[in-house]
């Protein structure tokens, strides 16, 4: 069977966290992805809801909004790219979950994504 879900703008969190949180002329995702491989998984505790522009599974909500929550004056800037990457990922395990899928474990298949989140390294570990 074929199930799938999708979220209103994965690759635009990325894309609003590399012009918002990076340096002007850091213009890949692979800088991101460089800067959040600086912190350590789980973001010291920061947390990223990756709704800017409302969410439509699996909630529908057009009114939702992104934000940072739970920074201090410790926080990172490799810290809020890294929690930017997390809050996506878990976002699709919320989607994975209400599909009936079971995320409690390793996954023992291959995982098939798409977009350029796939191409990165620590996004996909």
Request: proline share 6%.
């Amino acid at each position: 069977a074929i199930v799938a879900a999708s979220m209103v703008t994965a690759g635009g969190n990325v894309e609003f966290a590399r012009k918002t949180l990076l340096p002007k002329g850091s213009n890949s995702a692979k800088d991101l992805d460089a800067r959040a491989s600086d912190a350590k998984a789980g973001s010291d505790g920061v947390l990223y809801l990756p709704h800017l522009n409302g969410e439509r599974s699996p909630f529908t909500d057009p009114t939702a909004r992104g934000a940072l929550v739970n920074l201090s004056p410790a926080t990172t800037t490799g810290t809020m790219c890294r929690a930017v990457l997390e809050g996506v990922a878990y976002n699709y395990r919320t989607l994975s979950n209400a599909l009936g899928m079971d995320t409690t474990g390793a996954i023992d298949e291959p995982l098939p994504m798409v977009g350029g989140g796939a191409r990165s390294k620590l996004w996909t570990s």
